[in-house]
């Protein structure tokens, strides 16, 4: 049974930072693609960070210079490093994962980051 499993989230000042966590289960993880999505109520879901098995990494616009994305492939666990928080950051973070080519295939369950004064 694949599994995803967020930590880390919570409230935040604005400027503040967090460390998002995600790990997998019941996959071979150093072989697949993982990401972090994340989405707010009432907006689409969108892509924040990915990082490849060579560990390659991309970044939306929107967080470049301020999110971290990267992965411990001993533990199976991938992070999002997000500093110089912003109120438009607020929405629940999702982490996913997939293989070379393909969609998608297996998404966590999120964890809530809220940013706010």
């Known amino acids: 049974q694949v599994q995803l499993v967020e930590s880390g989230g919570g409230l935040v000042q604005p400027g503040g930072s967090l460390r998002l966590s995600c790990r997998a289960s019941g996959i071979l993880f150093s072989i697949y693609t993982m990401g972090w999505y994340r989405q707010a109520p009432g907006k689409q879901r969108e892509l924040v960070a990915g990082i490849t098995p060579a560990y390659s990494t991309n970044y939306a616009d929107s967080v470049k210079d301020r999110f971290t994305v990267s992965r411990d492939n001993a533990k199976n666990t991938i992070y999002l490093q997000m500093n110089s928080l912003k109120p438009e950051d607020a929405a629940g973070y999702y982490c996913?994962?997939?293989?070379?080519?393909?969609?998608?295939?297996?998404w966590g369950q999120g964890t809530q980051v809220t940013v706010s004064s």
């Open positions: 996913a994962a997939k293989l070379a080519g393909s969609q998608w295939d297996y």
